[in-house]
């Protein structure tokens, strides 16, 4: 573990402070010299994709590997989308919140709805549809966004996103899943999902590698050949399909096929729990439930100012004068040590306010 020295203090604030696990970096050290084909047709990228077929259960599904998780949503929105259609997310949405305008920039509406804990419902879905019948002086709702787990640490059970499907196939919607964190929604202790399930109830969906020990990268996966007509042009013309497309390849290949993947969410998962329980044994209250490694601790003001002597992380939401919500991430990554001492000093300064 190493504390970034212009700051003196441990790094809470995302789950991708950290470079790579040591087993990428050994293996793209190791296949460095290997003459491979580009554009993702070399032995690893293909291996990947095949440890990823025998998951998903689904031999019609397609992949591709992208660099990051606003690349992967931008690419599939603005592929399937035609000009006059609209995508329903969240406000807490990552395509509406976090960015930049990215999807309305390709000249698609961004339609919100509050949610609940980060999370739409089918309710919510109807509401939008309603809303939007006037043709042809309103956009048309085509894609409904999620994620997985959410931007608050929720996740969806398999009985939501079952209704959720439900509700999509019957207004002509199409069921994008944000899987920036879905390693850590899969190891969650609530979850009753499998990639399997996910596969079977959602049109498009992507596993997140940036944020569970990779250097970079995700893997976008399509239901069909039929979703996924034409988006080797779209990645070529947007400028996403990597010449050296093994370094996303081997990455996927080293987290896939052993189960890495798993474990590190898994861990990450461990450390927040831990987290969550100090926090919850000194009688504070969160703005969501503990379900993953993104936690939403509500903390009196001054014991934030404290911890923030040590500890980065983000100040997330004003709850009144005494009180805010703050935003603390573990990764694949944190160190025990350090969690422990988080930990140590939150009992402290909560017994001191006694």
Not at 19 to 33: D, Q, T, V, W
Not at 203 to 219: M, P, Q, R, S
Request: proline residues 3%.
């Amino acid at each position: 573990m190493r504390i970034n020295k212009a700051l003196e203090m441990y790094n809470f604030k995302n789950d991708y402070a950290e470079g790579a696990h040591p087993k990428i970096l050994e293996r793209l050290a190791a296949s460095n010299f290997d003459q491979e084909l580009g554009y993702g047709d070399d032995r690893y990228t293909l291996a990947a994709k095949q440890v990823l077929y025998e998951r998903l259960q689904n031999p019609k599904a397609v992949l591709y590997f992208v660099s990051g998780g606003t690349q992967a949503n931008l690419l599939v929105i603005s592929h399937l989308l035609r000009p006059h259609e609209a995508v329903i997310s969240c406000k807490t949405g990552h395509i509406y919140a976090n960015e930049t305008g990215a999807i309305e920039a390709t000249g698609h509406r961004v339609i919100t709805v509050d949610g609940v804990d980060g999370k739409v419902t089918p309710t919510l879905v109807k509401e939008v549809i309603d809303a939007h019948q006037l043709r042809p002086h309103v956009v048309k709702p085509r894609m409904l966004y999620i994620s997985n787990s959410t931007e608050l640490g929720t996740i969806y059970t398999k009985s939501e996103l079952i209704s959720l499907s439900i509700i999509c196939k019957k207004h002509g919607l199409l069921l994008f899943m944000d899987g920036a964190r879905l390693g850590h929604a899969l190891m969650s202790s609530s979850n009753d999902l499998s990639l399997a399930d996910i596969a079977a109830h959602v049109d498009i969906f992507y596993i997140g590698g940036t944020k569970n020990g990779a250097l970079l990268g995700e893997a976008i996966v399509f239901k069909s050949k039929e979703l996924a007509a034409d988006f080797d042009y779209t990645l070529k013309q947007k400028g996403a399909l990597l010449a050296k497309g093994r370094i996303l390849g081997i990455q996927f290949l080293t987290l896939l096929e052993e189960d890495l993947y798993f474990e590190l969410a898994a861990k990450a998962n461990t450390l927040a729990t831990q987290i969550a329980q100090t926090i919850a044994a000194q009688g504070y209250q969160f703005l969501t439930p503990p379900n993953t490694n993104q936690l939403f601790p509500i903390l009196p003001k001054n014991m934030i100012k404290d911890l923030l002597n040590s500890y980065a992380f983000y100040i997330w939401k004003e709850i009144d004068d005494d009180f805010q919500a703050i935003r603390i991430i573990t990764s694949w990554a944190s160190d025990q040590q350090e969690v422990d001492r988080f930990c140590h000093d939150l009992k402290r300064l909560a017994d001191a306010k006694q």
